[in-house]
Nanobody
Framework: VQLQASGGGLVQTGGSLRLSCVVS????????MGWFRQAPGKEREFVAV???????????YYADSVKGRFTISRDRNKSTMYLQMNSLKPEDAAVYYC?????????????????????WGQGTLVTVSS
């Protein structure tokens, strides 16, 4: 499985961006697809995840800091995942990484751990000017 993130750029405070992550390979084996971000000097942190299972509906989970402003989605065959970011703040500035895992957990909040992800994209930079 390979992931390729894109869509980052410079935006003013209050603006919007949509990030994309193209996923190739054995996408049907993936149960969790998420976004993380890392600002300079900080640890990589969880942003959002979409958990899917062949027999269940998708579930999403967000970090409190982005809830209500960001929306994660994916197309039906899991080949592309999106992160719609609205009302951006300077503190949202970071390199954003998409990630995927074949692991399945009943509790969607388990997916906020970087350690459970098998695959990572290369990152796309988001800059928010004040």
């Amino acid at each position: 499985v390979q992931l390729q993130a894109s869509g980052g750029g410079l935006v003013q405070t209050g603006g919007s961006l949509r990030l994309s992550c193209v996923v190739s390979g054995r996408t049907m084996s993936l149960n969790g697809m998420g976004w993380f971000r890392q600002a300079p000097g900080k640890e990589r942190e969880f942003v959002a995840v979409i958990r899917s299972h062949i027999k269940l509906e998708d579930n999403t989970y967000y970090a409190d800091s982005v809830k209500g402003r960001f929306t994660i989605s994916r197309d039906r065959n899991k080949s592309t995942m999106y992160l719609q970011m609205n009302s951006l703040k300077p503190e949202d500035a970071a390199v954003y990484y998409c990630a995927a895992t074949s692991r399945y957990y009943n509790s969607v909040d388990y997916y906020d751990r970087t350690s459970i992800y098998n695959y990572w994209g290369q990152g796309t930079l988001v800059t928010v000017s004040s």
